[in-house]
């Protein structure tokens, strides 16, 4: 099993070894024992914390190079105007606590005046969009959500803080987040 246990950032496309393509739920773990397109099993050994994006690069403590690929797994996409209304689908979805994939335009011929948010599959959340104006459509397609402000920008040292927050919904939990300075 060769052991992955590095993450790198750039490569020359020659030294990329195999692909080793994940859905998402798989891409938030650090340690993951899995197999690479080439039928070559991995072990992943990796730091808590950084999700695994599309294109990301792991060395082996071997050498060799592997790229993540993001899977084709069942999605959700909502497609809206631009402006305002994506603003606040965004807003309004992601007030949910569920992951977000977003862009623009698309396929070639689409209306780039036209935004899209992609999450997993949920009717409520499906209803949600309709209700503030989207076109929801359930597809398969590559997922890969935005990281979230913390896990973009590090600079240096980073502190755990634990917050209570109260829903609408009545229920009360804590929640330990951990910011990236």
């Known amino acids: 099993m060769l052991e992955l246990t590095k993450r790198i950032t750039h490569v020359d496309a020659s030294e990329i070894h195999d692909n080793l393509v994940l859905p998402y739920e798989l891409r938030i773990r650090g340690r993951l024992r899995a197999t690479t397109e080439t039928n070559l099993d991995v072990g992943l050994f990796l730091d808590r914390g950084p999700v695994l994006r599309d294109g990301d690069l792991l060395e082996a403590k071997s050498g060799e190079i592997i790229r993540i690929r993001a899977a084709e797994e069942p999605v ?3 497609r809206v105007e631009t402006g305002l ?10 007030n949910r606590h569920v992951s977000l994939q977003i862009g623009s335009g698309g396929a070639i011929g689409e209306d780039e005046r036209m935004g899209w948010v992609r999450f ?41 803080e634990s917050h209570d927050h109260t829903h609408a919904a009545g229920h009360t939990h804590a929640h330990g987040h951990k910011h990236t300075h």
């Open 76 to 78: 959700v996409t909502a």
């Open 85 to 94: 209304p994506l603003a606040r689908l965004c807003y309004h979805l992601g």
């Open 120 to 160: 997993p599959p949920d009717h409520i959340l499906e209803e949600l969009a309709e209700r503030l104006g989207a076109t929801v459509v359930h597809h398969t397609a590559a997922f890969d959500p935005e990281p979230g402000a913390y896990n973009q920008a590090s600079q240096g040292h980073s502190h755990s």
